[in-house]
Structure formats: C-alpha cells, structure tokens
C-alpha cells in the first residue's frame, strides 16, 4: 500500500473512532467536527469524516451500478449476514437498464464508492480493526439504498 493511502486511512479512521465510539467528538479531541446526520445510514461517522477533510458520502448520492456491485462487494466478503443480502443483490442485477459492465459496477465489486466527478472513496484502504467496523457500516447502508432502489 502506499505510503500516502496509508496516512489517509489512519486520517479516517480518527474521527470515525470517535464516531463509532459513541462519545462526543469534542471529547475526543476534535473540535466540532461532530453532529448532524447524512443520509444513507452513516450518520455521525459520514459527517465527521466529512469536518476531517475525507468524505464517506452518502449512499443515497451513488448511482444504481455502484450501488449494486458495492452490495456484491459486501455479499462477497461477508460483511453482511444471512440470504437477504444475496436476494437483493440477484434483484438488482435483474432490474432493467442495469449496466454491470461498466467502471461504477466494476468499482463497486472492489469496494471503491463512485462519488461523482471522477472522485471515488475506497473501503480497501482502511486498515485494522476500524476497516472491519467502517465497511460494515458502509455495507449496511448499501443494502438499505439497495432495497430503496427495487
């Protein structure tokens, strides 16, 4: 990994510590990064990321295709529990005018959020423990818009 996807990650993972911890930003040592809520099932994670510099966006913001190999991203390295999470997937790839042969999808199956304008957040350069607990949360988002998008 490179040296400069490293210090982004450990640059993530910081306030969303805090975020995942459940205690005020500002009592771990980060300002008024905190509060407010996104869309798409981050919450306060998503929203202080976004005070750091670095920004999870909100899964609601990513288009169909991303979405959808995002999901099989999550199904695939079993971030998401039970037969459900495979139903919704076969579903969306079923829906008309689903292009699984394109960058979103094909980012989205590598765990890369297509963030619009050429910029992209990628689940895989996260590290430790925190990655496990990010993705999950990712994930869990995923399958919410997922569901919203049938």
């Known amino acids: 990994m490179k040296k400069s996807n490293r210090f982004l990650a450990l640059i993530a993972a910081l306030p969303l510590a805090a975020a995942l911890s459940g205690a005020p930003a500002h009592a771990q040592g980060f300002g008024g990064l905190g509060g407010g809520s996104s869309s798409g099932g981050l919450g306060n994670a998503a929203s202080l990321l976004s005070g750091s510099g670095i920004n999870i966006p909100s899964v609601s ?43 979103q999808y094909s980012n989205g199956q590598n765990g890369i959020l297509d963030t619009g304008n050429g910029n992209t957040f990628s689940l895989s350069s996260l590290t430790g423990n925190l990655k496990q607990k990010i993705t999950k949360k990712v994930c869990n988002a995923v399958m919410k818009q997922g569901q919203s998008l049938l």
């Open 61 to 103: 913001s990513l288009p169909m295709p991303n979405v959808t190999g995002l999901l099989s991203y999550c199904v695939q390295n079993n971030y998401l529990d039970g037969n459900s999470p495979s139903t919704l997937l076969s579903s969306l790839k079923q829906k008309s005018g689903l292009d699984t042969s394109g960058s």
